[in-house]
Structure formats: C-alpha cells, structure tokens
C-alpha cells in the first residue's frame, strides 16, 4: 500500500484537468496533498511544483516561508525530523478555490510504537495548484507540553487562567 502511494505522489495531476480554482480541481489538490503526507519520508520535498504553485506562501505556528524554493527546504527538515511519523486525515471541506484538511499527526518513538498525537488542520488555497496554505496546529500540544521546565511553566500559566 505504501509503495502505490508513493508511485501515486510521482504522477502528476495535469494542469487544467479541471478548470482552475473550481470545487473539482480543489479536489484533486487535496487529494494529492492528503496522500503526499500519509508517512512521513523524504520523498515528501519530491515533485512539489505538482502540488505549489512556484510563488506559495506557507505559514504554520512556527515557520512563514514564500516560494517554492523555501518550501521544498522546509519539507526537507521537517521530514529528517519527523521521518516514519505519520498524518491521520480525519475530515476535510472543499469549497472551489479553497479546503480545509483537519488532520491527526501520530508521533512515533524510536521502536516505531505510537508515542503520542496532536491534531490540527491545513487551509488551502488553490487556482491551479496551492497557492497558500496555513496549518493550524496547538503547539503547546505539540511541542511545549513535552519539554520538562516549558511544561511546568505551561502548566502553571493554564491553571492561573482556569
């Protein structure tokens, strides 16, 4: 099954299969978008002039890059650390010319046992091909709560709020 999914990352989705920015070629977009991220490998900074348009701005809550140039270099580090972790896709929207994916990344320890989750979602902007995408993700959740002194901290910022 991974070996097909990887094949179908190679194939490109042809420009103009649909009209541009319309609910059909939204689709196909985060269809190819949701299979590019089911394991995370290097093959992920592969080929994404077939997913991103040449000048696409990404934003998540730690990075802002623009260009595709900038995105392949922070698909390239994102998958050296998160190598053989995976995305879980658990709903999506697609309106013509945007989408939304919510997601579940699944955290693996070093034996390739589940470690831990976090959700969050991915909004798409799409013409011919993604032009913008912000992912939303807690990064508390993600990453603060897991660090020994930052969680303490979080911890006592929350129940201060509560």
Do not use: C
């Amino acid at each position: 099954m991974v070996a097909a999914l990887l094949v179908s990352l190679a194939v490109a989705v042809p420009v103009g299969a649909a009209d541009a920015g319309s609910r059909e070629r939204t689709q196909e977009m985060v269809d190819a978008f949701k299979a590019r991220f089911v394991t995370i490998t290097p093959a992920l900074a592969e080929n994404l002039e077939r997913l991103y348009t040449e000048d696409v701005r990404f934003r998540d809550p730690i990075s802002e890059v623009t260009g595709l140039v900038e995105l392949r270099r922070y698909f390239e580090r994102f998958a050296e650390v998160s190598a053989g972790n995976r995305f879980e896709i658990t709903d999506e929207i697609v309106q013509p010319g945007q989408a939304a994916v919510f997601w579940t990344m699944v955290l693996l320890d070093d034996e390739g046992k589940e470690k831990r989750r976090f959700q969050g979602m991915s909004h798409m902007k799409v013409r011919d091909r993604i032009y913008e995408e912000r992912d939303y993700f807690d990064l508390g959740e993600a990453v603060y709560d897991h660090v020994p002194v930052v969680s303490w901290f979080t911890r006592l910022v929350r129940s201060r709020l509560d």
